[in-house]
């Protein structure tokens, strides 16, 4: 059973939705990136662990939101830029949303050592250890994704970043329990640490300083939660309908879903640099004091 040959195309309303919401997020996703990573690369004077993670966060969603329009191409005509781009472009975009959550873990793993383990932080934090877990992260993302682009189908040719197969696509459970909910995990713990901790903190002289950095960590852990769970919970639903080979309309409703909830997982890309340029800036004042 093909559910999706009679129609190759979105309709009308999501691809206005794609178009409306994807430009925007096109062009303000690279002027914040580009801006934080002028900060980071050119105004500061030494680089830390969190500079490290923070510039490979804003390159892994600089390289994302560069495959946007393309995005809404595919979305608003028929593919005709070759099997090669389309591939190439998927591979860009899975491995850079996926390099972006686990960088975010890295930074609240980061912090949590900074904050609950001071006195050893400086054995087990280093610009140098920063590095590594970067290049270790990009390597292994790029060996997997290039892998899987090797023996999936589920793309055709003529309708890049549409899944039309309607087979169960195992490797993405991997993706749901590896890629987002051990991470959605880690920086729980983290953050209810950390956020303990500066409750702790009774200095009367930085309650200004403690309220910023317990928004940053609440604020940088809803937008985690905001755009990256619903798109999880798709690819969820996705598999267990392929997998009971559910109705044709019950598998369109999950496309549909699952095509708004990329909008959200799109606009981490912009969120990611407004949430983390303050954490960089204000977040470190609290975490030495006293």
């Not at 934080?36 to 490979?56: S, Y």
């Not at 389309?86 to 050592?113: P, V």
Request: hydrophobic share 50%; net charge positive; aromatic share 14%.
């Amino acid at each position: 059973m093909d559910c999706f040959n009679t129609s190759r195309g979105l309709n009308s309303s999501l691809q206005l939705l794609n178009l409306v919401t994807s430009i925007p997020l096109f062009f303000f996703g690279l002027i914040c990136n580009f801006i934080a990573l002028w900060v980071f690369c050119c105004k500061l004077k030494k680089w830390t662990e969190m500079t490290v993670f923070m510039v490979n966060l804003i390159i892994s969603d600089i390289l994302a939101v560069l495959t946007l329009p393309f995005r809404v191409y595919a979305y608003m005509y028929t593919w005709n830029l070759g099997d090669e781009t389309c591939t190439a472009l998927l591979i860009l975009y899975y491995i850079n949303m996926y390099m972006s959550i686990f960088i975010i873990t890295a930074i609240s793993i980061d912090r949590y050592i900074a904050i609950r383990h001071p006195l050893k932080c400086k054995r087990w934090r280093s610009p140098v250890k920063a590095t590594i877990t970067c290049c270790v992260l990009w390597s292994v993302l790029i060996i997997i994704g290039v892998t899987n682009s090797l023996y999936s189908k589920d793309y055709a040719v003529d309708t890049c970043f549409q899944k039309v197969n309607t087979e169960p696509f195992a490797i993405s459970l991997v993706f749901v329990l590896l890629g987002f909910t051990l991470p959605l995990i880690i920086i729980s713990y983290c953050s209810v640490q950390v956020i303990i901790t500066l409750l702790r903190k009774n200095s009367s002289d930085a309650l200004k300083k403690k309220s910023k950095a317990l928004k940053i960590i609440i604020s940088n852990l809803v937008v985690f939660v905001i755009c990256f769970l619903p798109i999880h919970v798709g690819y969820t639903l996705r598999f267990v309908t392929d997998s009971l080979n559910a109705s044709c309309h019950t598998r369109q409703q999950i496309n549909v879903y699952i095509h708004v909830t990329t909008l959200l997982a799109n606009a981490n890309c912009v969120l990611d640099c407004v949430c983390y340029f303050f954490a960089a800036s204000e977040f470190w004042e609290i975490v030495f004091m006293n």
